[in-house]
């Protein structure tokens, strides 16, 4: 199992939400940059990058900074936050980022999603995020009528072959993932899971791994010093599959 350390960015900044409340942002780190060149300095083999600005914007905003930093690194970044159109994939895709994460425009465009999955396959992934277990859009901020297992399901048979599933309620909490959902996850569906939300510890990560999941993304608890991503990479790659 691979770990992503995660930099949710916010006025161009590394910032951690609780429970997806835009309102009750912290910033993390000064620099995005030099923050992803520690990472890869520890040992992270893929990094994760969040345009938050974007996914409320509807349109990439951060997206030279995020492009500047996956050219700046040796190991490969997928991101997410306010990609809606073809040219916002290709864009990111054609200038050193490795993986696009659709995830509103996954819900509600299926014809975006489809195309994107014909042209790049495994280059592009799907959010799933969930609250209640109901899908939820638009930077968190709204919910849908979408139970997470079918939206899977379906993202399955379109082709996409890896999905980061995050529950809303544990995200920027520490207090654990939720491993019911994502056990029954794994068990409807055969793609690449990435775990994210409410990471505290060691411990957590060695439950990820007995599921069997492809990754795990972690991000407040490395800021809150409660994870060290050294061990924690150690750690999932004792169970890489």
């Not at 495994?122 to 849908?144: H, L, M, N, T, Y």
């Amino acid at each position: 199992m691979i770990i992503l350390p995660a930099i949710d960015i916010i006025d161009q900044k590394p910032v951690r939400l609780y429970q997806g409340d835009y309102s009750k942002k912290e910033v993390v780190a000064a620099s995005v940059l030099d923050t992803a060149k520690a990472f890869e300095k520890e040992g992270a083999e893929f990094i994760h990058l969040v345009d938050l600005d974007g996914a409320r914007a509807k349109r990439p905003v951060n997206d030279e900074l995020i492009i500047k930093t996956a050219n700046s690194l040796s190991v490969p970044v997928e991101v997410g936050g306010g990609i809606r159109t073809m040219e916002n994939i290709d864009h990111y895709l054609s200038q050193g980022v490795e993986r696009v994460i659709l995830g509103t425009s996954a819900l509600t465009d299926r014809e975006l999603l489809q195309n994107a999955v014909n042209k790049y396959g495994k280059r592009i992934a799907v959010g799933i995020d969930a609250k209640d277990g109901k899908v939820c859009v638009e930077g968190w901020e709204q919910s849908s009528n979408t139970d997470y297992l079918d939206f899977a399901k379906d993202l399955e048979k379109m082709g996409v072959q890896t999905v980061i599933f995050t529950d809303i309620s544990k995200d920027g909490t520490l207090q654990g993932p939720n491993l019911e959902m994502l056990k029954n996850l794994a068990d409807a569906v055969n793609m690449k899971i990435i775990a994210s939300g409410g990471i505290h510890n060691l411990k957590d990560i060695e439950d990820l791994a007995s599921l069997d999941l492809y990754g795990a993304i972690t991000g407040k608890a490395m800021y809150a010093g409660t994870l060290d991503l050294k061990k924690a990479i150690e750690s999932g790659k004792e169970r890489q599959c």
